[in-house]
């Protein structure tokens, strides 16, 4: 009898146990919206089926987070994709009633959210940069040393980046200015020099060292990048990589050199990723031990520990 009771006594309490709703994952709940930039070339989501951030948005949104992801022009200066990105994030203050936002920008999306937090400090929760070429690419920086100035392949390559751009633009439902040529310029060692003598918040000030971790208003920056350009044989994308990983002197992930990639508080800088895997690309075909929407969940409740 005293084992029925007990029996009976421990299947309510299993069955109440399953009665109980399901508790919500909050672990990415950040304070205020995460703002996802891309890079150059990039977009939000091609055909409303391949997202840029792949996976990434929502795994964020899965713990809780709320989440936008923004378009600027595919090829422009760090200065007129800064602008384009402002107005998105006022956008999506409006939108949300949110006072701040926490911002991540990958490859030249960095730049562009380091500009927004430059100019409009007081919208600026966090900064974080992926990838980003903050003292330039070296690869860039090859091309427009080696491509003279109104000169017919300048012109070639113009036209053809310019019109890539409108593609990508049109595929993901908004076209805007491009400048191919400037982009190329904003990403060299000297145009990156410029950039960063007018918006030097977060950088280092050593070769390869660590910048300041807050910002005049308290803003958080943080960054990380990979030093593997080839990571999965399965990926068409590595082995262009693996081949424009030869133009740096420097451990890179196949576009940004690991020094250049460093801002603020370094997170990891050399990740078994390349420059497409930092963002989930292409299609999740990474590291087979390495999962980035982990790095980017990770990173939410980070900010998320730090009240923002």
Not at 114 to 132: H, N, Q, W
Not at 200 to 225: D, E
Request: glycine share 10%; net charge positive.
């Amino acid at each position: 009898m005293r084992n029925a009771v007990r029996t009976l006594v421990l299947t309510v309490a299993v069955l109440a146990l399953w009665a109980q709703p399901a508790r919500a994952d909050t672990y990415t709940q950040t304070k205020y919206p995460i703002v996802l930039a891309h890079g150059m070339a990039g977009f939000d989501s091609l055909f409303g089926v391949l997202d840029y951030f792949y996976g990434i948005e929502s795994t964020l949104k899965s713990g809780g987070a709320k989440v936008y992801i923004t378009r600027v022009p595919q090829f422009n200066t760090s200065e007129a994709r800064g602008e384009a990105l402002l107005a998105q994030v006022q956008d999506v203050l409006a939108r949300s009633g949110a006072k701040k936002v926490n911002l991540i920008g990958h490859s030249h999306g960095g730049l562009d959210v380091r500009y927004v937090a430059a100019v409009r400090p007081d919208l600026v929760a966090s900064v974080t940069t992926v990838g980003s070429p903050h003292k330039g690419a070296d690869l860039a920086t090859y091309l427009r040393s080696n491509i003279q100035g109104g000169s017919f392949t300048e012109g070639v390559l113009s036209y053809f980046a310019n019109s890539l751009g409108t593609v990508l633009g049109l595929l993901s439902g908004k076209t805007q200015p491009q400048d191919a040529i400037g982009a190329l310029s904003a990403l060299s060692a000297s145009g990156a020099a410029t950039y960063n003598a007018k918006y030097p918040a977060g950088l280092p000030t050593t070769s390869c060292g660590t910048g300041a971790a807050t910002g005049t208003l308290g803003q958080r920056y943080y960054s990380w990048s990979g030093t593997d350009p080839f990571t999965n044989v399965f990926d068409a994308s590595d082995y262009a990589l693996k081949l424009s990983s030869f133009f740096y002197s420097e451990s890179n992930d196949g576009l940004v050199g690991r020094c250049s990639s460093r801002f603020g508080t370094v997170i990891r800088d050399n990740y078994d990723m390349n420059h497409l895997d930092e963002v989930n690309q292409v299609l999740g075909l990474t590291a087979f031990f390495t999962d980035p929407k982990s790095v980017f969940r990770t990173q939410a409740n980070r900010l998320k520990n730090a009240g923002l």
